[in-house]
């Protein structure tokens, strides 16, 4: 639990953090997307898990689609060597997504995600000197925000991914990460009233062929 906490929270979420700091948002969001692919690649190796060729262009696709999509949302894509950060973290997940699925058979998806969160807590405790004077210090708004980011985006997202991967292969859930791009124009066009752009909505277009054809893919496996 100590290793999936370590994978999955304290190294993934500390890699990206620092890197976010230095380089553009656009190129978080665009070296992120890697992380399907790194996934794709640990499953096949440590869970003998075969994506079929069509399966792969479909992971690419939708690799260039989040491309165009991260690309559509700023003018200048910024990267300096803090980017290697925001690599690790990809890689980090693409370890913690395949590590899960050897746990899933003793535990439930609510059981896994409690531990992990717990396991990577642990690991972040050397901050813990700070916390109370942190929280003393920052804006209402501030602490709130991280309330909610520690509930939905952590807690509930962690359960759920959980629950996904127990009933399908790995592969093939981490193609629907790449949805995550297109959710977020979708959420801030009706919350931000920010207007996607034509190479948006191309990137949203090849993100949702790559993921039906991914999974169009493995259906056809499963069935035969």
Known sequence: MLLLGFFGVALYHLCLSYGQRTITASAASLLNASSPIFTVLFATVFLEERLAAKGWIGIITSFIGA??????????????????????????QGIYFTLQKFYLKKYNAFELAT??????????????SSLVETIYSAPLQATLTIAYLGVFPAAIAYMSWNYV????????????????????????????KE???????????????GVLLVNNVNSKNLNS
């Open 115 to 128: 531990y992990t969160i717990w396991g990577g807590t642990v690991l972040l405790m050397f901050s813990l």
């Open 195 to 209: 207007i996607p752009n034509l190479l948006s909505v191309l990137g949203g277009v090849l993100v949702l062929s």
């Open 165 to 192: 991967i127990s009933k399908m292969p790995v592969s093939q859930a981490a193609s629907f990460l790449y949805l995550v791009p297109i959710l977020a124009s979708l959420i801030a066009w009706i919350w931000l």
């Open 67 to 92: 491309i165009l999509i991260s690309l559509s949302e700023s003018d200048s894509i910024y990267f300096n060597t803090n980017a290697l950060l925001i690599i690790i973290a990809a890689i980090s």
